[in-house]
Every structure is written in structure tokens, then in C-alpha cells.
């Protein structure tokens, strides 16, 4: 055995000797046999964090309360055109519906794809008359709270096809950006009616409509406002009086688990 094999065995030994497990961290990964991530969600806020500041696109997970497990189920992700999407593994989330209640789906709106997103509207003659760059940049970071109407169209769709409410089930659905966390969970009223009415061929698109329509009654500025407001209180707040669906803003340094 030579010095390198001696080395590797001698530090084989080491991790099999350490009794903590290896440190996990959420990470932005395309592929679909990303590793599980087990911790609290409170410690997973902050990998959250670092990735809303660094990543350069979206991700998603699917977490499970009962086992503080993160499931990553982003796939391609896809930024252009003023959009930014990223797929969903489907496959990876009926197997978990079929497993567990209860399913946190968390996805990212990171702070350098959104300045990537805004470019046009920086340059946009129309908008930088009435406003300065800066603010153009400090409107669009608050407005990264706000779901897209592809996230709404998703939520629904999700819980249309996976959550069975012969068995208590309960989906919810946040997204991570600068300031916080929003809760975009669709309400157990309007899924009876949508998934009986639309559950065919057309329900994402269905439900993507539904979503842009809810959105279309938001305006930025007094999203702004609101989520200005709530981080320096320290305080949730409602981005929308729509009832289907609640859009509640949390600031990250009020929360502390979202099991309330
Ligand atoms: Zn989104």
C-alpha cells in the first residue's frame, strides 16, 4: 500500500469514525438524482438566503415536515423573455404525495435572475422617465415576492393532480426572495370547484389564467409598500384580498417555522 492509499484509507476511517453526519446544503442542482437534504427548516432558511442573493436561477423543493427532508424536484430551468420558469419532477412528487400529509413546496425568485429579468425594463424609455434606475431595481427586488401567474397555474395544478383530500392532505406552496418568504396556497374552496370543473387536458393552463387574473389586481408599488412596511415591522402581511388563493408575505426575521 502506498502513501496516497494509506491516506485515503486513514481519512476513509476518519468520516466513518465521526459521529455527526456530513454538513447538507440546498443547492441549485438540474439533475433529477440530486441528494435528499435533511435539517430543520428553520436552518434550510438559510441556505435558502445565500442561494435568493447567489443563484443565478430558480430551483425548487418539495419539503416533508415529518422527516425535515428537502426534496429537490426543479428541473430545467428556462430564463428569457421577461420569464423565468423552472420544471417540476413530476414523477419524484407523486411518489412523495403518495407517501406523506403533509408537502411544503418552496421554490427560489434569486435576486441576480431577477436583475437579469428587469434589464429590459431598466432600459425601457417609457419607465425610466417616470423613474431612476434605483428605483426601477428597489420595485422589482420587493415584487420578487409576488408568485408568477405560472407559479399560481402550478400550485393548482399540483394540487389538483396530487393532493387527495379523502386523506386530510395538505399542500402548501412558499417562495424564498430577498425580503422573505410568501405563502401562495390555494384554499381548499376554490380546488373542490377548479379540480372538479378544469381537471382535464387544459388544467395548467386553466389555472395559469386564473392565477394571472388574481395578479393582474396587484399593483408594484403598493406591493412594495406592503413588504417595505412588514420587514421593518417584523410582521406578515396579505399581497392580495383574493380568498381562493392567500398571498401573505412573512419578512425572514420574524419567522420562525411556517407550521403555525
Ligand atoms: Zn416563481
Given at each position: 500500500m502506498?502513501?496516497?492509499?494509506?491516506?485515503?484509507?486513514?481519512?476513509?476511517?476518519?468520516?466513518?469514525?465521526?459521529?455527526?453526519?456530513?454538513?447538507?446544503?440546498?443547492?441549485?442542482?438540474?439533475?433529477?438524482?440530486a441528494?435528499?437534504?435533511?435539517?430543520?427548516?428553520?436552518?434550510?432558511?438559510?441556505?435558502?438566503?445565500?442561494l435568493?442573493?447567489?443563484?443565478?436561477v430558480?430551483?425548487?423543493?418539495?419539503?416533508?415536515?415529518?422527516?425535515?427532508?428537502?426534496?429537490?424536484i426543479?428541473?430545467e430551468?428556462?430564463?428569457?423573455?421577461?420569464?423565468?420558469?423552472?420544471?417540476?419532477d413530476?414523477?419524484k412528487?407523486?411518489?412523495?404525495?403518495?407517501?406523506?400529509?403533509?408537502?411544503?413546496?418552496?421554490?427560489?425568485?434569486?435576486q441576480?435572475?431577477?436583475?437579469?429579468?428587469?434589464?429590459?425594463?431598466?432600459?425601457?424609455?417609457?419607465?425610466?422617465?417616470?423613474?431612476s434606475?434605483?428605483?426601477?431595481?428597489?420595485?422589482?427586488?420587493?415584487?420578487?415576492?409576488?408568485?408568477?401567474?405560472?407559479?399560481?397555474?402550478?400550485?393548482?395544478?399540483?394540487?389538483?393532480?396530487y393532493?387527495?383530500?379523502?386523506?386530510?392532505?395538505?399542500?402548501?406552496?412558499?417562495?424564498?426572495?430577498?425580503?422573505?418568504?410568501?405563502?401562495?396556497?390555494?384554499?381548499p374552496?376554490?380546488?373542490?370547484?377548479?379540480?372538479?370543473?378544469?381537471?382535464?387536458?387544459?388544467?395548467?393552463?386553466?389555472?395559469?389564467?386564473?392565477?394571472?387574473?388574481?395578479?393582474e389586481?396587484?399593483?408594484?408599488?403598493?406591493?412594495?409598500r406592503?413588504?417595505?412596511?412588514a420587514?421593518?415591522?417584523?410582521?406578515?402581511?396579505?399581497?392580495?384580498?383574493?380568498?381562493?388563493?392567500?398571498i401573505?408575505?412573512?419578512?425572514y426575521d420574524r419567522?420562525?417555522?411556517?407550521?403555525?
Open positions: 502506498g502513501a496516497g492509499n494509506l491516506l485515503k484509507l486513514l481519512s476513509t476511517v476518519y468520516v466513518l469514525g465521526s459521529c455527526s453526519p456530513p454538513v447538507q446544503f440546498l443547492a441549485v442542482n438540474s439533475s433529477p438524482t441528494p435528499i437534504v435533511y435539517k430543520q427548516e428553520k436552518e434550510a432558511f438559510k441556505d435558502l438566503r445565500k435568493v442573493a447567489e443563484a443565478e430558480e430551483e425548487a423543493w418539495c419539503y416533508v415536515p415529518e422527516e425535515t427532508s428537502w426534496h429537490d426543479g428541473l430551468v428556462a430564463v428569457g423573455n421577461g420569464r423565468a420558469t423552472v420544471d417540476y413530476l414523477q412528487i407523486g411518489k412523495l404525495a403518495a407517501e406523506h400529509e403533509t408537502l411544503d413546496f418552496y421554490h427560489l425568485h434569486p441576480p435572475m431577477m436583475m437579469n429579468l428587469i434589464a429590459p425594463y431598466v432600459r425601457d424609455p417609457s419607465l425610466s422617465r417616470r423613474y434606475k434605483q428605483r426601477i431595481k428597489e420595485i422589482f427586488t420587493a415584487d420578487a415576492a409576488v408568485p408568477s401567474p405560472d407559479d399560481l397555474g402550478s400550485a393548482i395544478y399540483l394540487a389538483c393532480t393532493q387527495q383530500p379523502n386523506r386530510q392532505q395538505q399542500f402548501r406552496f412558499f417562495i424564498a426572495s430577498h425580503y422573505g418568504i410568501t405563502n401562495y396556497t390555494p384554499q374552496e376554490l380546488l373542490t370547484d377548479f379540480c372538479r370543473l378544469f381537471g382535464g387536458a387544459n388544467l395548467l393552463t386553466l389555472a395559469t389564467a386564473f392565477g394571472k387574473n388574481i395578479l389586481e396587484l399593483h408594484p408599488e403598493v406591493v412594495e406592503k413588504i417595505k412596511r420587514v421593518a415591522g417584523g410582521f406578515p402581511t396579505s399581497l392580495s384580498p383574493d380568498l381562493m388563493i392567500t401573505e408575505f412573512i419578512p419567522r420562525g417555522s411556517v407550521n403555525r
